[in-house]
Protein backbone atom coordinates (compact mmCIF):
# COMPACT_ATOMS: atom_id res chain seq x y z
CA UNK A 1 0.00 0.00 0.00
CA UNK A 2 1.22 3.47 -0.89
CA UNK A 3 2.50 5.67 1.99
CA UNK A 4 3.25 9.39 2.11
CA UNK A 5 6.69 9.43 3.34
CA UNK A 6 9.25 12.75 4.29
CA UNK A 7 12.62 12.29 4.00
CA UNK A 8 14.72 14.75 5.14
CA UNK A 9 18.38 15.15 4.13
CA UNK A 10 17.59 13.59 0.62
CA UNK A 11 20.53 15.34 -1.30
CA UNK A 12 22.82 12.52 -0.24
CA UNK A 13 24.09 9.59 1.82
CA UNK A 14 21.47 8.03 3.81
CA UNK A 15 18.25 10.19 2.60
CA UNK A 16 19.31 9.68 -0.83
CA UNK A 17 19.55 6.63 -0.98
CA UNK A 18 16.74 5.10 0.61
CA UNK A 19 14.23 7.73 -0.65
CA UNK A 20 15.13 6.40 -4.28
CA UNK A 21 14.48 2.93 -2.85
CA UNK A 22 11.08 3.94 -1.93
CA UNK A 23 10.06 5.61 -4.72
CA UNK A 24 10.87 2.71 -6.97
CA UNK A 25 8.28 1.05 -4.13
CA UNK A 26 5.42 2.90 -5.65
CA UNK A 27 5.41 5.37 -2.69
CA UNK A 28 4.73 8.73 -3.05
CA UNK A 29 8.05 10.80 -1.38
CA UNK A 30 9.12 14.34 -0.50
CA UNK A 31 12.90 14.27 -0.19
CA UNK A 32 13.98 17.49 2.06
CA UNK A 33 17.34 19.49 1.13
CA UNK A 34 18.56 22.71 1.24
CA UNK A 35 20.25 22.68 -2.20
CA UNK A 36 17.56 21.37 -4.53
CA UNK A 37 19.99 20.75 -7.70
CA UNK A 38 21.28 17.69 -5.45
CA UNK A 39 17.93 16.25 -5.80
CA UNK A 40 17.27 15.96 -9.38
CA UNK A 41 17.40 11.61 -9.32
CA UNK A 42 14.81 12.06 -7.11
CA UNK A 43 12.29 13.97 -8.80
CA UNK A 44 13.64 12.20 -12.31
CA UNK A 45 12.52 9.03 -10.35
CA UNK A 46 9.33 10.23 -9.57
CA UNK A 47 9.67 11.68 -5.93
CA UNK A 48 9.47 15.39 -4.89
CA UNK A 49 11.92 17.36 -4.23
CA UNK A 50 11.86 20.20 -1.77
CA UNK A 51 13.92 23.00 -0.58
CA UNK A 52 13.76 23.07 3.30
CA UNK A 53 16.34 24.31 5.94
CA UNK A 54 15.28 22.16 8.77
CA UNK A 55 16.69 24.47 11.50
CA UNK A 56 14.69 27.17 10.32
CA UNK A 57 11.18 26.18 11.68
CA UNK A 58 9.78 28.62 9.40
CA UNK A 59 10.87 26.54 6.51
CA UNK A 60 9.93 23.16 8.13
CA UNK A 61 6.42 24.53 8.93
CA UNK A 62 5.70 25.96 5.46
CA UNK A 63 6.90 22.59 3.87
CA UNK A 64 5.02 20.20 6.00
CA UNK A 65 1.82 22.23 4.77
CA UNK A 66 3.01 21.76 1.33
CA UNK A 67 2.73 17.76 1.80
CA UNK A 68 -0.06 17.91 3.84
CA UNK A 69 -1.97 20.02 0.89
CA UNK A 70 -0.37 18.13 -1.96
CA UNK A 71 -1.59 14.54 -0.23
CA UNK A 72 -3.59 14.50 2.09
CA UNK A 73 -1.81 12.96 4.81
CA UNK A 74 1.75 11.99 6.30
CA UNK A 75 2.55 8.18 7.25
CA UNK A 76 6.04 8.83 7.84
CA UNK A 77 8.81 10.91 8.27
CA UNK A 78 12.41 9.80 8.32
CA UNK A 79 14.32 12.40 9.86
CA UNK A 80 17.86 11.75 8.14
CA UNK A 81 18.99 15.39 7.72
CA UNK A 82 23.03 15.97 9.41
CA UNK A 83 26.32 16.48 9.75
CA UNK A 84 29.48 16.51 11.33
CA UNK A 85 31.92 18.75 12.69
CA UNK A 86 35.12 17.18 14.81
CA UNK A 87 37.29 18.76 17.16
CA UNK A 88 39.01 18.49 20.87
CA UNK A 89 36.53 20.41 23.40
CA UNK A 90 39.14 22.41 24.19
CA UNK A 91 39.58 24.12 20.75
CA UNK A 92 36.23 23.59 19.15
CA UNK A 93 34.39 26.41 17.84
CA UNK A 94 31.44 26.53 19.72
CA UNK A 95 29.50 28.52 17.53
CA UNK A 96 30.45 25.77 14.67
CA UNK A 97 29.02 23.32 17.33
CA UNK A 98 25.62 25.25 17.80
CA UNK A 99 24.97 25.18 13.80
CA UNK A 100 25.88 21.55 14.14
CA UNK A 101 23.11 20.97 16.66
CA UNK A 102 20.51 23.02 15.20
CA UNK A 103 20.44 20.83 12.07
CA UNK A 104 21.24 17.31 13.61
CA UNK A 105 18.85 17.95 17.30
CA UNK A 106 16.61 21.04 16.68
CA UNK A 107 15.89 20.43 13.41
CA UNK A 108 14.96 16.83 13.70
CA UNK A 109 12.61 17.88 16.39
CA UNK A 110 11.10 20.99 14.14
CA UNK A 111 10.28 18.43 11.89
CA UNK A 112 9.08 15.64 14.57
CA UNK A 113 6.67 18.60 16.06
CA UNK A 114 5.37 19.65 12.17
CA UNK A 115 4.77 15.92 11.97
CA UNK A 116 3.02 14.89 15.39
CA UNK A 117 -0.27 16.70 15.17
CA UNK A 118 -1.52 14.97 11.90
CA UNK A 119 -0.39 11.66 13.13
CA UNK A 120 -1.61 11.71 16.51
CA UNK A 121 -4.91 12.79 14.89
CA UNK A 122 -5.20 10.17 12.57
CA UNK A 123 -4.07 7.75 15.55
CA UNK A 124 -1.01 6.24 12.63
CA UNK A 125 2.30 6.78 11.61
CA UNK A 126 6.14 6.29 11.86
CA UNK A 127 9.26 8.57 12.94
CA UNK A 128 12.47 6.97 11.90
CA UNK A 129 15.57 8.99 13.59
CA UNK A 130 18.74 8.65 11.69
CA UNK A 131 21.52 8.37 14.78
CA UNK A 132 24.68 6.92 14.65
CA UNK A 133 27.26 4.42 16.80
CA UNK A 134 28.06 7.16 17.69
CA UNK A 135 25.12 8.28 19.94
CA UNK A 136 25.78 5.24 22.01
CA UNK A 137 29.87 5.81 22.14
CA UNK A 138 31.64 8.71 21.86
CA UNK A 139 35.60 9.51 22.11
CA UNK A 140 38.07 11.97 21.92
CA UNK A 141 38.21 14.29 19.26
CA UNK A 142 34.11 13.06 18.11
CA UNK A 143 32.47 14.45 21.34
CA UNK A 144 30.36 17.14 19.92
CA UNK A 145 29.08 15.23 16.80
CA UNK A 146 28.33 11.92 19.33
CA UNK A 147 26.93 14.71 22.08
CA UNK A 148 24.25 15.84 18.65
CA UNK A 149 23.89 11.80 18.27
CA UNK A 150 23.36 11.36 21.79
CA UNK A 151 20.93 14.42 21.94
CA UNK A 152 18.88 12.18 19.25
CA UNK A 153 18.60 9.21 21.32
CA UNK A 154 17.12 10.72 24.23
CA UNK A 155 14.16 12.81 22.48
CA UNK A 156 13.62 9.59 20.44
CA UNK A 157 13.03 7.08 23.63
CA UNK A 158 10.88 10.82 25.33
CA UNK A 159 9.10 10.77 21.93
CA UNK A 160 8.28 6.92 21.50
CA UNK A 161 6.59 6.79 25.22
CA UNK A 162 4.70 10.07 24.59
CA UNK A 163 3.08 9.22 21.20
CA UNK A 164 2.39 5.08 21.82
CA UNK A 165 -1.09 5.82 23.22
CA UNK A 166 -1.98 7.09 19.51
CA UNK A 167 -0.60 4.48 17.39
CA UNK A 168 2.48 6.48 16.13
CA UNK A 169 5.97 3.96 16.49
CA UNK A 170 9.09 5.63 16.59
CA UNK A 171 12.39 4.00 15.61
CA UNK A 172 16.03 4.58 15.88
CA UNK A 173 18.69 3.82 13.03
CA UNK A 174 22.44 2.80 14.67
CA UNK A 175 24.33 2.88 11.69
CA UNK A 176 28.43 2.22 11.50
CA UNK A 177 30.55 3.55 9.26
CA UNK A 178 28.75 3.01 5.75
CA UNK A 179 30.38 4.49 2.38
CA UNK A 180 28.75 7.39 1.95
CA UNK A 181 29.84 11.32 1.22
CA UNK A 182 30.49 11.83 4.98
CA UNK A 183 34.13 10.62 4.54
CA UNK A 184 34.43 13.30 1.54
CA UNK A 185 32.99 16.07 3.58
CA UNK A 186 35.04 15.10 6.90
CA UNK A 187 38.37 14.74 4.58
CA UNK A 188 37.93 18.51 4.05
CA UNK A 189 37.06 19.31 7.66
CA UNK A 190 40.06 18.12 9.06
CA UNK A 191 42.34 20.60 7.18
CA UNK A 192 40.45 23.17 8.97
CA UNK A 193 41.70 21.85 12.17
CA UNK A 194 44.45 24.03 13.94
CA UNK A 195 45.25 22.47 17.27
CA UNK A 196 47.62 23.23 19.90
CA UNK A 197 51.06 20.78 19.13
CA UNK A 198 49.99 19.08 22.12
CA UNK A 199 47.06 17.75 20.36
CA UNK A 200 48.49 17.38 16.65
CA UNK A 201 49.64 13.58 17.25
CA UNK A 202 46.06 12.85 18.70
CA UNK A 203 44.36 14.63 15.28
CA UNK A 204 47.01 12.60 12.72
CA UNK A 205 46.08 9.60 14.09
CA UNK A 206 42.77 9.91 14.55
CA UNK A 207 42.58 11.07 10.51
CA UNK A 208 44.59 8.21 9.67
CA UNK A 209 42.06 5.67 11.08
CA UNK A 210 39.52 7.62 9.87
CA UNK A 211 40.77 7.56 6.15
CA UNK A 212 41.48 3.97 6.63
CA UNK A 213 38.30 2.92 8.01
CA UNK A 214 36.23 4.57 5.15
CA UNK A 215 38.25 3.31 2.62
CA UNK A 216 37.25 0.11 2.79
CA UNK A 217 33.45 0.64 4.27
CA UNK A 218 30.56 -1.23 3.21
CA UNK A 219 27.80 0.03 0.49
CA UNK A 220 24.91 1.91 2.83
CA UNK A 221 22.36 -1.04 1.56
CA UNK A 222 21.65 -2.46 5.17
CA UNK A 223 21.30 0.81 6.67
CA UNK A 224 18.32 1.56 3.94
CA UNK A 225 16.77 -2.11 4.59
CA UNK A 226 16.95 -1.01 8.17
CA UNK A 227 14.61 2.18 7.48
CA UNK A 228 12.14 -0.23 4.81
CA UNK A 229 11.59 -2.67 8.01
CA UNK A 230 11.12 0.08 10.51
CA UNK A 231 8.43 1.77 8.06
CA UNK A 232 6.78 -1.35 6.79
CA UNK A 233 6.85 -3.74 9.78
CA UNK A 234 3.76 -4.65 11.80
CA UNK A 235 6.12 -4.23 14.97
CA UNK A 236 9.00 -2.44 13.84
CA UNK A 237 11.96 -2.14 16.18
CA UNK A 238 12.37 0.62 18.60
CA UNK A 239 16.92 0.38 17.69
CA UNK A 240 18.11 -0.62 14.58
CA UNK A 241 22.16 -1.43 15.14
CA UNK A 242 23.55 -1.44 11.68
CA UNK A 243 27.18 -3.31 11.13
CA UNK A 244 29.78 -4.80 12.45
CA UNK A 245 31.33 -2.14 13.72
CA UNK A 246 28.84 -0.78 15.46
CA UNK A 247 27.28 -3.58 17.02
CA UNK A 248 30.50 -4.62 18.29
CA UNK A 249 30.45 -0.55 19.86
CA UNK A 250 27.11 -0.73 20.94
CA UNK A 251 27.89 -4.54 23.06
CA UNK A 252 31.08 -2.85 24.63
CA UNK A 253 29.75 0.17 25.58
CA UNK A 254 26.89 -2.11 27.82
CA UNK A 255 29.50 -4.65 28.87
CA UNK A 256 32.91 -2.43 29.44
CA UNK A 257 34.09 -0.14 32.29
CA UNK A 258 34.56 3.47 31.56
CA UNK A 259 38.52 3.04 31.78
CA UNK A 260 38.68 -0.34 29.63
CA UNK A 261 35.89 1.37 27.28
CA UNK A 262 38.54 4.36 26.68
CA UNK A 263 41.52 2.45 26.47
CA UNK A 264 39.78 -0.23 24.01
CA UNK A 265 38.90 3.51 22.32
CA UNK A 266 42.11 5.28 22.56
CA UNK A 267 43.92 1.98 20.84
CA UNK A 268 42.01 1.80 18.12
CA UNK A 269 41.75 5.47 16.83
CA UNK A 270 45.13 5.23 18.15
CA UNK A 271 44.85 8.00 20.35
CA UNK A 272 48.12 6.85 22.33
Not at 71 to 82: F, R, S, T
Not at 201 to 213: I, M, V, Y
Amino acid sequence: MSKTIVVTGASSGFGKQVALRLIGKGHRVYGWARRLELMADIESAGGHPMSVDVSNVGHVEQAMAQVLKDAGHLDVLVNNAGFGIYDFVENADLDEMRRMFEVNFWGLVQTTQAALPHMRAQRAGRIINISSLVGKLSTGVIGFYAASKHAVEAISDATRVEVAPFGVKVSVVEPGIFATSFDAVMSEEFENISVADDYQKQLSRFQRFFNKAYAKAPTPEPVVRAIEHAIHSRKPKTRYVVGVDAKAGVAARQWMSDNMLDKMMSNQFKLR
